[in-house]
């Protein structure tokens, strides 16, 4: 049973846009909401994550929006660049234990 | 630092061989990882570990076993490979007592592994 769905699959965003991906959960007990971004032939890593006591997270371009009553979260990528695509796996976990369930991940294409 | 490495790179297997993949860390991390990575499904975990000498089911268990005999290093095997296993796996470990409560896991470059 997949407890995380990520949304759309994949996605082109012209540069200077706006890239949104989005994620629901199932599990209440999930307290802790990575997002990791893999380029072509490399391992994924972490690029912004979130704890539910806040609604909002900003690094830089990048944005987590946190919806804790629709159990959903989103990434969104602000003046997109070609250097952001890649494919983004946002994933849920609990501070005191050692899984994390990743979704399915979304391929973002930025084209010029 | 390396951070975590995993051998080989890549792999073809015939149906029925076996092989193991070796992953290895030098974070001091304690807990560590095997993912495989298919088309359309994410990220799925294997089997994993949370010490030295412990090992625990993950989501897609059947047909791999794991070893942890060495705190830096976490083994995957493949006794009878099917063609079902030809995939990307990926090997990632994550804290230590001294660092961040949240779990935030760094992976290795992958391993392809194709089975004819």
């Known amino acids: 049973q997949q407890q995380v769905k990520q949304s759309p699959q994949s996605l082109i965003v012209q540069k200077g846009g706006i890239s949104i991906i989005n994620c629901a959960y199932e599990?209440?007990?999930?307290?802790?909401f990575p997002w990791y971004q893999q380029f072509p032939g490399k391992g994924p890593a972490l690029l912004i994550a979130i704890r539910p006591d806040v609604s909002e997270k900003k690094e830089g371009r990048f944005t987590i929006s946190f919806n804790k009553s629709a159990k959903q979260f989103s990434l969104h990528i602000m003046d997109s660049q070609p250097g952001d695509s890649a494919t983004y796996f946002c994933?849920?976990?609990?501070?005191?234990?050692?899984?994390?369930?990743f979704g399915t991940g979304t391929r973002l294409t930025i084209i010029p | 630092n390396a951070g975590v490495t995993q051998t080989p790179k890549f792999r073809v297997l015939k149906t029925g061989q076996s092989m193991t993949l070796l992953c290895a860390q030098d974070?001091?991390?304690?807990?560590m990882y095997w993912y495989r990575q298919d088309p359309g499904m994410g990220l799925r975990l294997i089997h994993y570990s949370v010490g030295e000498g412990t090992t625990a089911k993950g989501e897609v268990p059947d047909g791999y076993n794991v070893s942890r005999l060495k705190k830096q290093n976490f083994l995957l095997g493949l006794e009878s490979a099917a063609p079902s296993q030809t995939s990307v796996y990926f090997c990632?470990?994550?804290?230590?007592?001294?660092?961040?409560?949240?779990?935030?896991?760094?992976f290795g470059p992958g391993t392809r592994l194709t089975v004819l």
């Open positions: 974070m001091n991390h304690e807990y």
């Open positions: 990632a470990s994550s804290w230590t007592p001294q660092g961040p409560s949240y779990n935030e896991q760094f």
């Open positions: 599990n209440t007990a999930f307290d802790y």
């Open positions: 994933a849920a976990g609990q501070n005191e234990n050692e899984k994390l369930t």
